[in-house]
């Protein structure tokens, strides 16, 4: 008797061991003689593993390692829950390695060039973006010269409303604008940026309408020039015109210095005329800018143009909770506790920075998934990444704090509140590389969630320990400071914790 396998022994679906045995012919047939054989029939597989085997077989033909297949598994829409409760493992990463096993040998193939991720960077776009920060405090040099002429009746309402509503609308216009130059729409990405340069004065006007009572009309002035400032700035940092932007503000930031260092009515003139024309010199270099841009060539669409609703409303969501998170602790000390008001320097100057750093995760991350070939290596790669660039987002403020807080301490200015306060918004500077982070990845639910409970406690805590700032009572500001020093660090840790899902999903990076 002989055997053989009708089965192809190369299918992943065939198990040996299920057996046919036909009986021999009857007497008088032709095939009598033939002898008794035995078939060995494939067995239907229960596993549903080989069936998620088979099905993304051909897609991944050219897989050189379980990383790709966790990609690909991810991009086909399968989570840790599915894992687990579909196929028995504890996670993708496990799933996709236990599928590149039973995939077998693939066909070889000649891995990518594996180039470092500053290979070819322009130095000088970085040196750009790290300016930013720069770029963010030079009006402020203004600040006092306007303080003397505006007064103190209602300016601290007037530069948190202004604030906030440039902070959303500049924030929905540039995410807006580069989801259009995305689409390949950069003259509808221009006409967009003309008209949030155009209407901000008039946004400006309204809200500088609704302070009149508190503050007059100097204050109302003062937010309509706030307001074209910001949606100026960005459209000037759309085009890379970060040059422009300080050109026209230097003077301002100049005069300023000389009137906080020798006071005096002219000295004062000049420093608010400086800061009104270096207002307008951009607002002027920004229309020119988008006037330029305006010749360029776009195809008809063929995409819708506007960004989702959901998307838009994250964006100011986002703008409108990073606004309270730093105003609703600064406002009480504005105008009356300088080592602590100054206390944000260092995190405005560092911004760019984290800027920069941000924009080189998504590069390494691209590299590391090239370098890397097991799903675990490359989480653990990803969340040493971020360990690493988070603590250089907090040396480079704690670096420019340290020089503020000696620069206070030697004026006999510094007091153990401001010390507190730099501290905490020195850990701002790492909250917000995470919050970049987020953004990339398209969180916005979870970023507003986070910054608002934290407001909250730090707010309702406040009050439940009666530690409510108070102008001139140095152990309530200490409390106080230090409750929102705590209140940043809890921010860190839920936006880390918002990370967790969506950062080591290598879909993103393959």
């Known amino acids: 008797m002989t055997s053989y396998k009708d089965a192809d022994a190369t299918d992943p679906l065939w198990r040996p061991g299920v057996t046919m045995t036909t009986e021999a012919a009857p007497r008088g047939d032709d095939r009598a003689d033939e002898p008794e054989r035995t078939i060995l029939l494939p067995r239907i597989s229960t596993d549903p593993v080989d069936d998620l085997v088979e099905r993304v077989r051909p897609q991944l033909t050219r897989v050189v390692d379980a990383l790709q297949v966790a990609a690909a598994l991810e991009a086909d829409g399968h989570t840790d829950r599915a894992?687990?409760?579909?196929?028995?493992?504890?996670?993708?990463?496990?799933?996709?390695?236990?599928?590149?096993?039973?995939?077998?040998?693939?066909?070889?193939?000649v891995d990518e060039a594996r180039t470092s991720p500053t290979a070819g960077r322009d130095r000088w776009n970085d040196l750009r973006t790290i300016s930013h920060g720069l770029l963010y405090v030079l009006p402020s040099a203004a600040f006092p010269a306007v303080l003397a002429v505006v007064g103190r009746p209602g300016l601290v309402l007037g530069l948190i409303l202004a604030g906030t509503l440039g902070w959303i609308y500049s924030g929905v216009i540039a995410y807006s604008a580069y989801r259009l130059l995305g689409l390949g729409r950069p003259r509808s990405a221009n006409r967009l940026l003309r008209m949030a340069a155009l209407t901000a004065p008039l946004l400006g006007m309204m809200a500088g309408g609704a302070v009149l009572p508190y503050g007059g009309l100097s204050l109302a002035t003062m937010m309509v020039f706030q307001l074209a400032y910001q949606l100026a700035s960005t459209l000037l940092m759309f085009y890379r015109r970060e040059l422009w932007l300080a050109l026209a503000m230097i003077p301002a930031f100049l005069f300023g210095g000389i009137y906080l260092v020798?006071?005096?009515t002219t000295q004062q003139r000049w420093a608010v005329g400086a800061a009104a024309v270096g207002v307008l010199a951009t607002v002027a270099a920004a229309l020119w800018v988008a006037q330029t841009a305006?010749?360029?060539?776009e195809p008809a669409p063929r995409d819708p143009l506007w960004p989702e609703a959901s998307a838009l409303?994250?964006?100011?969501?986002?703008?409108?909770?990073?606004?309270?998170?730093?105003?609703?602790a600064q406002a009480p000390?504005?105008?009356?506790?300088?080592?602590?008001?100054a206390a944000a320097v260092p995190l405005i100057l560092s911004m760019g920075f984290v800027e920069w750093r941000t924009s080189l995760f998504w590069a390494n991350a691209v590299a590391l998934a090239r370098h890397t070939h097991e799903p675990r290596g490359f989480v653990a790669g990803v969340w040493h990444m971020i360990g690493r660039e988070a603590t250089a987002c907090l040396a480079v403020p704690a670096v420019l704090g340290a020089a503020l807080l000696a620069g206070l301490f030697h004026a006999g200015m510094l007091s153990a509140a401001g010390a507190v306060m730099t501290a905490a918004h020195v850990a701002l500077a790492g909250a917000y590389y995470l919050a970049f982070l987020l953004v990339g990845r398209g969180r916005y639910g979870w970023l507003c969630l986070s910054m608002t409970v934290v407001i909250v406690l730090h707010t309702g805590v406040g009050a439940l320990l009666g530690v409510a700032p108070l102008f001139g009572q140095d152990g309530r500001a200490l409390a106080d400071t230090s409750l929102y020093l705590g209140s940043v660090v809890l921010l860190q840790a839920l936006f880390a914790l918002g990370l967790v899902p969506v950062i080591g999903q290598v879909r993103h990076y393959r």
């Open 83 to 109: 894992a687990q409760v579909e196929y028995g493992y504890s996670d993708v990463f496990v799933l996709a390695s236990e599928v590149f096993r039973r995939m077998g040998p693939t066909s070889p193939v």
């Open 262 to 264: 020798s006071g005096g």
């Open 333 to 341: 000390y504005l105008l009356g506790r300088l080592d602590i008001a």
């Open 313 to 328: 409303l994250g964006v100011a969501g986002y703008g409108l909770c990073s606004a309270a998170l730093l105003f609703h």
């Open 294 to 297: 305006s010749r360029a060539e």
